[in-house]
């Protein structure tokens, strides 16, 4: 287990077995400090990363090695000027909750090329007692891994300046649960897999028809 586990690193292995092989450009919106952009980096030629937060952009690259070839950029996923058909793969985490749901899903599979994958780890509101069954299993795991990982950072000594502070992080609340979500993705996207996931989030793929 990383030492800088969270609810979304979580699930970085998990995005990246969906880069498809020979992966040529990449797509991270809402990129935080860069953590799953400099993982990305390994799986594609290139790697565009996006967020609308200043803070967040300087933090992912001053803690960006050169050698990487990542481009990060300031601006919300509206004003970013995605080229129709330019990526290979499409990565959002945690960040499609703070746009309008629908509209996102079609900006993002409109950018992937022939053959291309769209990723999405997203919360969800929970509404449902299958939701509330699903987050009280997440909390013995979620105690019991935070305290690890609070020991193991003791115990080393280990920073990590690419942690950014929560505090200081865009946050917000999803205003729809999976139901809608489902719905939505059904709709926008033919084809799209939605699933459940633990720790409050769930997953989205879709691969555009080649």
């Known amino acids: 287990m990383p030492l800088w586990w969270n609810h979304n690193s979580h699930y970085h292995d998990h995005l990246l077995r969906h880069v498809p092989p020979g992966c040529g450009r990449a797509l991270d919106v809402g990129c935080g400090s860069g ?74 599979a409109a950018g992937l090329a022939p053959g291309g994958v769209l990723a999405v780890v997203g919360l969800y509101r929970e509404e449902t007692p299958a939701d509330l069954a699903v987050a009280a299993a997440a909390l013995p795991p979620q105690v019991a891994i935070g305290a690890g990982m609070r020991v193991a950072r003791a115990l080393t000594g280990v920073a990590d300046p690419s942690v950014p502070d929560l505090s200081a992080m865009p946050m917000r609340d999803p205003e729809i649960g999976l139901r809608e979500i489902r719905t939505a993705a059904a709709d926008t996207l033919p084809g799209a897999r939605v699933r459940r996931l633990l720790f409050y989030r769930y997953s989205l793929t879709y691969t555009r028809p080649a």
């Open 35 to 108: 953590r799953f952009a400099r993982r990305l980096a390994g799986r594609a030629a290139a790697v565009d990363a996006i967020d609308a937060d200043e803070g967040m952009i300087r933090r992912a690259e001053a803690t960006t090695p050169r050698r990487l070839n990542i481009r990060y950029t300031r601006t919300a996923l509206d004003d970013a000027g995605i080229e129709p058909g330019a990526y290979d793969f499409i990565s959002a985490i945690a960040s499609i909750h703070h746009m309008p749901f629908a509209p996102a899903l079609r900006t993002l």
